[in-house]
């Protein structure tokens, strides 16, 4: 590792297998890249199936003891890891900045947003209940009771490195599963990083186990097929969630699925337009446009459409494009230079049906990755944009007449993860929650995620939900034994 590049931050580059740091058993390692320079940071070891038969030997050896630990202690050992975490947010700030290219500040706040995950369910661990009660005929007794489902494979994406990895590995422990976590090949510093704090704190071996890979497909589809596993919680792209519902078919796996978004914010005429810009600004542009829950479609009312068009703007070309460590910036590189391009080639075609760009991209001359912010008015539904996840700092804005227009261009998607919707008529804004295809609404705010709400989406954006106290029942299955009252009569 160059200590020029990482300073004082030495994460592991091993797989975690059974409590033991370790190389692949091939031997093999890929390179991990800095976004702002395309320096490599870190060599970590590769997995293949081999290493996945390991992990899962260990998980699943790991678990009847995981599973019958006292809540409290599965408590203390998460509320142990929340405070590790925050003691150490600082270097957790810098390692994701420097492998997945945001800017520090917001690299912070992921930071507090991981930890939240391991507070809240350092508290839910201890509060997994069951029900007693009489049979309406009165013959017997029910007795429901909520268990672990066993071993979980955890497949986390890059843009949250790891925000992503605490919000599924908290409720995992604290239900009492025990998990192979694999992190996605472009950031797996910061999951290693934080597998480092769960064993430092005593999290036994075996209870979680690392494997990064450069090579997914292959690792994912023998861990599924396997029958170790009972469980597969993935967070990615509707695409890859597709494959894996698939491999997960054969063994009746249970799933949950965070997948891809297409958000729309909606501005109706009576919304406080500068509000509503200030929240657009938050939804587009945090973590550079590569979120889920970005605001990938501004549908504005028409009377507002051009003032609110002009504040986005604005506000757009006031970005500070450059590396997410100099202080100065506010929008750093993307992830690589294929998704860049993959961005430009999106406004380049809606441009060619017809997109009027408000702010167009420019060449940052910073490095491949880069990408100032874009905005298009009056797109048409022809182009490629309107229908696919964006996920980088392009805005586009289709402007609509009345509130019923206004909500079906909302709901035209195959997506349904979040909708934002501004107004100042709290019937209009109920309407428009309850009508609008989707898992979550922001209303008259351009943000949803806290680890106390239930996190997930409806449509093609996913299955199951993550967060508060829904997120542990992923983690849970229920048993019921009907006790005969023969002898209570
Ligand atoms: P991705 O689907 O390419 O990769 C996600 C994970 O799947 C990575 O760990 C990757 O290594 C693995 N993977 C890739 N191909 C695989 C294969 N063939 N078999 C098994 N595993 C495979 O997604 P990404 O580019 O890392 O992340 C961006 C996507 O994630 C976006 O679509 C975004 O909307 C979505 N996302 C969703 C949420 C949510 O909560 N709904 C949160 C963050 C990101």
Redesign the pocket.
């Known amino acids: 590792m160059q200590q020029s590049t990482i300073d004082t931050v030495y994460p592991p580059t091993g797989t975690l297998v059974g409590g033991e740091w370790r190389k692949a058993r091939s031997g093999a390692t890929f390179p991990v890249h800095d976004p702002a320079t395309g320096e490599v940071i870190a060599t970590v070891a590769d997995a293949d199936p081999e290493d996945a038969a390991d992990a899962m030997d260990a998980a699943a050896a790991a678990f009847p003891r995981w599973s019958a630990t006292p809540p409290k202690q599965r408590a203390a050992l998460l509320h142990n890891a929340f405070l590790a975490l925050q003691e150490r947010a600082e270097e957790f700030a810098r390692l994701i900045t420097l492998e997945m290219g945001k800017p520090l500040a917001e690299s912070r706040a992921e930071v507090a947003y991981a930890a939240d995950f391991l507070r809240w369910y350092a508290e839910e661990a201890v509060r997994i209940t069951g029900t007693f009660r009489t049979a309406p005929d009165g013959t017997a007794r029910h007795l429901t009771l909520r268990q672990p489902v066993g071993p979980c494979l955890l497949?986390?994406?890059?843009?949250?490195p790891l925000a992503?990895i605490t919000r599924k590995v908290a409720p995992a422990l604290a239900a009492g599963c025990t998990v192979i976590l694999?992190?996605?090949?472009?950031t797996p510093l910061s999951a290693l990083q934080f597998a480092h704090i769960l064993t430092d704190v005593g999290v036994p071996a075996g209870v979680v186990n690392v494997l990064n890979?450069s090579r997914?497909?292959p690792?994912?589809?023998t861990i599924l097929r396997d029958g170790r596993i009972r469980k597969l919680s993935?967070?990615?792209?509707?695409?890859?969630?597709r494959?894996?519902l698939e491999?997960a078919a054969p063994g009746v796996l249970r799933t949950s699925m965070?997948?891809?978004?297409n958000a729309p914010f909606i501005v109706f005429d009576d919304a406080d337009v500068d509000a509503a810009v200030e929240g657009a600004v938050a939804a587009k542009l945090r973590n550079g446009g590569?979120?889920?829950?970005a605001a990938n479609r501004f549908v504005v009312a028409d009377p507002v459409a051009s003032r609110f068009v002009d504040g986005l703007a604005e506000r757009l070309r006031g970005q500070v494009v450059g590396p997410g460590t100099d202080p100065r910036s506010t929008l750093g590189p993307m992830?690589n230079e294929k998704?860049r391009n993959r961005a430009v080639g999106l406004v380049d075609d809606a441009v060619s049906h017809g997109a009027v760009p408000a702010v167009h991209y420019r060449t940052a001359g910073r490095g491949d990755a880069f990408l100032n912010p874009v905005l298009l008015d009056r797109v048409p539904s022809s182009a490629r944009i309107a229908r696919e996840?964006i996920?980088g700092p392009v805005a586009t804005v289709y402007r609509f007449s009345t509130e019923q227009e206004g909500l079906a261009l909302a709901n035209a998607t195959e997506s349904g993860?979040v909708g934002y919707v501004y107004t100042r008529d709290l019937n209009r804004a109920l309407r428009a929650v309850e009508a609008m295809e989707c898992g979550m609404v922001g209303v008259n705010r351009g943000y949803v995620s806290d680890a106390s709400a239930p996190?997930?989406?409806v449509k093609q954006?996913?299955l199951g939900r993550?967060g508060s106290e829904v997120g542990i029942q992923e983690y849970l299955e229920t048993k019921y034994a009907s006790i005969d009252a023969g002898a209570l009569a």
């Open positions: 497949v986390t994406p890059w843009n949250f992503m694999k992190p996605a090949e472009e890979t997914p497909g690792l994912v589809e993935f967070t990615g792209s509707t695409e890859v969630g494959k894996l491999q965070e997948l891809g978004g590569q979120s889920c829950v992830i998704q996840e996920f993860l996190f997930g989406g954006s996913g993550e």
